[in-house]
């Protein structure tokens, strides 16, 4: 791979986990912003490109085979993974996570008022991620599915109600764009999760699940923006003309 300041970061997260590894841990947001080239991401996130583009020079060849898998497997495939593993994933720590806050923001809101702002922010995270999560399962993934069938000549393709899959894939990305922004205010909101030295073992948990809530969630989008919905469109424009 060829590698430069100009390479969107769509095509160094699809690359392999280590490059997405760099990227998440240097804060550059490649799910929502993959469109963006490292440079243009560097700047946004506030980091020194050079330094960057030399770690992702040192990991770029290590490719995973089982990455390029998602960027030609049957869709039906990938989303059955999409939502066996991440939506599963959301709706598991939802009430695990919103648990832990309540009862550090009882304990703690005392000494750390921003508790409570936490607990709202992630309150609205999980309301628009399962409002999110059934849009997709009910409506967009299945119309994606009958078109990969049709695609086979496995039955014929509906005109859906939306019109094109371009339209409810634009309500997608802009609900991602929304969550995002919400981890985003709520990893400030924590000091980037870091719990306060008088912070007990839940503080410590409650913090930890929202980080690994907010990574699992990059990864997800990273499927759906650059992967699932690119290859969504190509395959509507093959089967219907
Ligand atoms: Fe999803
Ligand atoms: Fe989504």
Redo the contacts with the bound molecule.
Sequence with gaps: MDLSRETTVKEIALSNPGARQILEDAGIDYCCGGEKSLRQACLKANVVDSEILRRLRQNIDRVDPHEFEWMSAPLAKLTQH??ER??QYVRDSIPRVRSLLAKIREKHQSNHCELRDIEKLFGDVAREMLM??QK?EQILFPYIDALERASKGDGAIEPPFFQTVKNPIYS?LKEHDSVGDLMRQIRTASNGYKAPADGCASYQAAYQGLEEFEKDLHL??HL?NNVLFPRAVGLEGAVTT
């Design positions: 999409i939502r991440h939506h999110h999560m997709e997608m997800h989008v759906e």
